[in-house]
């Protein structure tokens, strides 16, 4: 894989893409827009951590056509933006490329070939299908990602913590495609694990996620004043342990109880989930991909979820009282909304 391109070099996307272009193993490009584009044009890739400051040239532009067809293409984007860059993105596919999303929640593929949930598309994540059409499932690598970054200003990357990322097919099990990922991935510093099934790590990753960010962002609270809440802690318990079965349900069983996981998040300490920082910076919430999606899931599998239904009822509205979240989103096909 030596043809990479970042399509979203944000947060994430610009960690990725700094350290691939640090470790020169393979040829590192961006599509990008905006104030980004020109950071990234002047600057090039910039990356601030705990040992220091490094820099390197970047390839970018903001057309697809004039980048090319890649080996490999990183998706790092809110999902709130993934349909439009889905559209965009053609010119970089060729008939082996790999396509490996870095993002938050419930991907559009997770319930490809699955026949559990009954219609496949998931329309909370992929509304009439837009994404699926554009990036066959084929191509996919699922990607769970367990590191920290910021923006402090356009093009340059705070890196804050952690550097794990698990990756697998998207239909399961192994392949050398995905270890040619891990091993460029590797090659950048990264602690990258391959998954069989990646969906149960997505699962996961998901069932710690679900309540922690909605819950920060309509309280302003951190993560220890979450748990340090009684009230709070076992409302979040009650949201998990209906997710729980609806993993069950899914092939992606979950081993913990709420406690064990509220345990391990507690280590984080004083710390913002990615959208409380969002809410604060009035940028568009990543609550269908994380909430509404599970919201869903419930329904079509007729799982009870009272306490999730809640969580994203009043998540939602307190984002679209401030514009961060689109009056006019239908609820997902299949999903009971009495608002």
Same mark, same amino acid.
């Given at each position: ?73 990183? !998706? ?6 993934? +349909?439009?860059? +889905?559209?965009? !993105? ?40 837009? #994404? *699926?059409? +554009? ?17 402090? $200003?356009?093009?340059? #990357? ?39 099934? !990646? ?11 679900? *309540? ?5 962002? #309509?309280?302003?609270? *951190? ?10 802690? $076992?409302?979040?318990?009650? +949201? ?5 079965? !609806? ?22 300490? *004083? ?69």
């Amino acid at each position: 894989m030596k043809r990479v391109c970042i399509v979203g070099a944000g947060a994430i996307g610009g960690l990725i893409g700094a350290r691939l272009a640090l470790a020169g193993h393979a040829e590192v490009r961006a599509l990008a827009r905006g104030v980004t584009l020109q950071a990234l044009r002047k600057h090039g890739w910039r990356l601030r951590t705990n040992t220091g400051f490094q820099q390197v040239s970047a390839l970018v532009s903001d057309s697809a056509a004039q980048l090319g067809v890649q080996d490999l293409v990183i !998706i790092a984007v809110k999902g709130t933006a993934l +349909a439009e860059v +889905a559209d965009q !993105i053609g010119p970089l596919l060729g008939q082996d490329t790999v396509v490996l999303p870095a993002m938050n929640g419930v991907p559009w593929w997770f319930c490809h070939d699955l026949a559990a949930p009954g219609e496949s598309n998931l329309n909370s994540v992929d509304p009439g299908g837009r #994404i *699926t059409a +554009a990036i066959d499932t084929g191509r996919v690598l699922g990607c769970v990602v367990h590191a920290s970054a910021s923006v402090p $200003e356009p093009g340059l #990357i705070e890196h804050r913590m952690g550097l794990g990322l698990i990756i697998g097919e998207a239909r399961g099990g192994y392949s050398e495609r995905a270890s040619r990922a891990q091993a460029l991935l590797a090659q950048a510093g990264f602690d990258v694990s391959l998954s069989e099934d !990646i969906r149960q790590d997505i699962w996961y990753k998901l069932w710690g996620n679900l *309540t922690m960010n909605p819950v920060s962002a #309509i309280t302003g609270a *951190t993560i220890d004043r979450v748990l340090d809440d009684p009230l709070v802690r $076992e409302f979040c318990s009650a +949201a998990m342990r209906e997710a729980a079965v !609806i993993g069950e349900r899914l092939g992606c069983p979950i081993a913990q109880s709420p406690e064990d996981r509220h345990a391990v998040t507690a280590k984080l300490g *004083t710390f913002k989930t990615s959208m409380l920082q969002d809410v604060e910076a009035g940028r568009a919430v990543e609550l269908d991909a994380i909430v509404g999606a599970v919201h869903e899931l419930g329904a079509r599998l007729r799982c009870p979820t009272p306490n999730i239904d809640a969580l994203f009822g009043l998540t939602r509205l307190f984002a679209r009282v401030r514009g961060l979240y689109p009056d006019d989103r239908a609820t997902p096909t299949g999903a009971s909304d009495a608002s």
